[in-house]
């Protein structure tokens, strides 16, 4: 089934959506998309439902395309400071804030949302999956992020951020266990496996 170009007629209506809430390890990312109420693009999905290439495909088609578009980031020691929920809404307040065209209306991916100041919104479970403009910021925040992981993956090898971009795989886990913790980690996630909270970084 085709995403839906927008919720409102003739309404100038912006996407929003964040990547990294689960991670370990870097910043969360949003982005948020103006997308002119023609566009159509067979393609465009869920960035969760796109290989990376096709991600990396779309993103200049979305840029190329869009009415505006920005991203907004939300750092690590952020997060620890607001929690992951509050720093997902900063993000995405970020991305609208830099915006260089006003939206009239914000979708927004989730069940959850702390009002922009202005400009009313509607939220959207798995609205990735549903709207152009949210699935087109899903592909923004995502391969953003990633570029970021993979970029600071050189400074810090041990934790394979290149492969897994700061999520919790077995992998980044040991790496945690093994060498510590570095800047870029959330010290108020669960860093650890419950089971390996008697040892020592």
Not at 32 to 45: K, M, T
Not at 68 to 77: K, N, R
Request: net charge neutral; with cysteine; glycine share 6%.
């Amino acid at each position: 089934m085709p995403l839906l170009p927008y919720l409102k007629e003739n309404c100038i209506e912006c996407g929003c959506d964040e990547a990294g809430r689960g991670c370990l390890a870097g910043p969360v990312f949003a982005a948020a998309v103006i997308l002119p109420p023609e566009f159509r693009c067979d393609v465009l999905n869920d960035s969760k439902q796109l290989t990376e290439r096709k991600r990396y495909d779309l993103r200049p088609v979305i840029e190329s395309h869009a009415v505006a578009w920005a991203v907004g980031i939300v750092t690590s020691d952020e997060i620890d400071k607001i929690n992951i929920l509050n720093a997902s809404f900063l993000a995405m307040h970020r991305a609208v804030g830099q915006l260089n065209v006003t939206p009239e209306h914000l979708l927004i991916d989730g069940n959850r949302f702390l009002p922009y100041p202005g400009i009313p919104h509607t939220v959207i479970v798995k609205g990735d999956g549903k709207y152009l403009s949210i699935a087109a910021a899903s592909v923004l925040a995502k391969t953003y992020r990633d570029d970021f992981m993979t970029q600071l993956s050189a400074a810090y090898p041990a934790y394979h951020w290149a492969a897994n971009k700061g999520y919790p795989t077995q992998a980044h886990r040991s790496a945690i266990r093994e060498y510590g913790i570095t800047p870029y980690h959330r010290k108020s996630f669960t860093l650890i496996q419950p089971e390996q909270l008697a040892l020592q970084f």
